[in-house]
């Protein structure tokens, strides 16, 4: 039966897939429906009412975090290139560190709903929060971008559905339940949506682990063994007789490729700090303390996550085999489904299968209220509004944000569908390390920094992201490229982040030095620093 269900291009039972991700849907329907009884301001629709605690604000930045690309991408990676898929992991998880001790309790301390309002604190206004707001778009686009196309190309695998019309309506179902979450919701509902699928997710991965272990003694070693047989024997050119152990199966063969991965490492790092749908998690709990309490408590989720993956991943290579894998429809990111059809056959694979789904609709969900609550609270209220639309007004231009947004990203989506879904995700970790993380660092922490600055890092940081990703071999040159057909990649590195946000620290301090000689707003900078550090005055809200 299992050589069917491969030979097919799918496993399990399509009906049982559907079926449990429908109940999935329909519990945490119910849980955004009574969330959204108690948003009766901007407040609680924007962040919650702040009335989340550290430990269940740590549960949903987990649910933020471990997107479909986590749980299918690292284990297929790891499946398939042994040491160098696990590196992924390394620089997910070291990230957290950065954003601990630079960014969370500072971040919730100076802002009130966005992560413009902390860098508009002390800067002139309508011009950064202009460019915040782009540059919060532009990211939250683009990783929507990525989940919508993923959940396409997981269609292939888990429903049966191997043509794009059927993988474009599954598509737009994604997209539409996206917009009703965001709509009845709000951040509240949007926010128990994210903890019920972390605990699921988590939950699942750490079942299969035990399941593996179990199946080989409780033995990592036997599992290595398995594994190093497997890749050993195999006759895929993309797997080769190597060291499933050995670093260089992916990143190291040339230099190119070793800066590769330095960039690529670089962006994972120093992106997440900068992630605005991440940052925004901050807001939704009532002190600085639980903050920090949040993200330890998303440190030791997303730690433990990604543990399992090692397991998960080796123990693929080993049960399943990376020829199998690379052969089936859904590639590396068939290796998770895969593997729980081997150990529980159709009903582990219909809960695996509905927890992949939940994940990419709680992340999209996540994304879409950030991108909405940045355009109606920094464009509309800030901006067009100078400040003077009431809140009422701006819930309601959030929630026609989120249908336009959840509409352009039902579309791009499909015509994503089939493309390199790593260089999506990849190009909005590194917009956000070099159009947000720059930015914010100075804002926090160097009094002189100003307008200029601020404007020339975000501006420079995104435009050259984007620019050098354009004329990179990830979208042309190669058969793996996003357009196969074209040769334009003059820029040698898939990842731009070795060049791009060295850039972005760069232009920050030069706009700031061409920009003025003193600074800019003195009382505004010492408020600042003092809120920041103590957060005195952290319930006000940022008024210019």
Known sequence: MTTQYLAAGT?????ANIAIFGLFVAV???????????????????????????????????????????????????A???????????????????????VAEMLRNTGKFTMADVLSFRLR?????????????????????????????????????????????????????????????????????????????ITGAALMTVMVLAKFGFDFSEILGSAQQMVSDSTSKAVAAR?????????????????????????LVLGTAGLPHVLMRFYTVPTAKEARRSVVWAIALIGAFYLFTLVLGYGA??????????????????AAPLLAFELGGVVLLGIISAVAFATILAVVAGL?????????????????????????????????????????????GILANGQNIAFLVALAFAVAAAANLPTIVYSLFWRRFNTTGALWSMYGG????????????????????????????????????????PLAFALGVIGTFVGGRTPENPAKAAEMEVRSLTGVGAEKAVVH
């Open 11 to 15: 496993v399990g039972n399509p009906v």
């Open 125 to 201: 206004e309508r011009p950064v929060r202009t460019a915040a707001a782009l540059s919060t778009l532009t990211v939250s686009l683009f990783y929507l971008l990525a989940q919508m196309a993923g959940a396409g190309g997981l269609v292939a695998l888990l429903l049966d559905i191997d043509d794009r019309a059927g993988q474009s309506v599954v598509i737009a179902v994604v997209g539409v339940l996206m917009i009703v979450y965001v709509l009845v919701g709000g951040m509240k509902g949007t926010t128990w949506v994210q903890i019920i699928k972390a605990v699921l997710l």
């Open 243 to 267: 060291d499933v152990l050995a670093p260089g199966a992916q990143y190291g063969a040339t230099e190119t490729s070793k800066l590769n991965f330095v960039s690529l490492g670089l962006a």
């Open 462 to 501: 995104l435009i050259s992201t984007i620019v050098l990703i354009v004329f990179s071999p990830a979208v042309s040159g190669s058969k793996s490229a996003m357009l196969p057909g074209s040769d334009f990649d003059l820029f040698p590195l898939s990842n731009p982040g070795i060049v791009s946000i």
């Open 80 to 102: 398939v290139y042994g040491y160098d898929g696990f590196l992924y992991s390394i620089g997910f998880l070291v990230a957290w560190l950065v954003a601990l001790l630079m």
């Open 28 to 78: 945490t329907m119910v849980v955004v429906i009574r969330a959204s009884r108690n948003n009766a301001s901007a407040a609680d629709y924007f962040t919650g009412g702040r009335g989340f605690t550290g430990p269940q604000n740590g549960i949903a930045i987990a649910g933020d975090y471990l997107s479909a690309a986590s749980f299918l991408g690292i284990a297929g990676a790891i």
């Open 368 to 412: 879409t209220i950030t991108a909405a609550a940045s355009f109606a609270h920094d464009i509309y209220g800030s901006v067009l509004k100078r400040g003077k639309a009431d809140e009422s007004a701006q819930v309601r231009v959030s929630r026609i944000t989120a249908v336009v947004i959840g509409a352009l990203a039902i579309g791009l």
């Open 317 to 334: 290579a080993a049960i399943v085999g990376p020829d199998r894998i690379l052969a089936s429809a859904g590639g590396q990111n068939s």
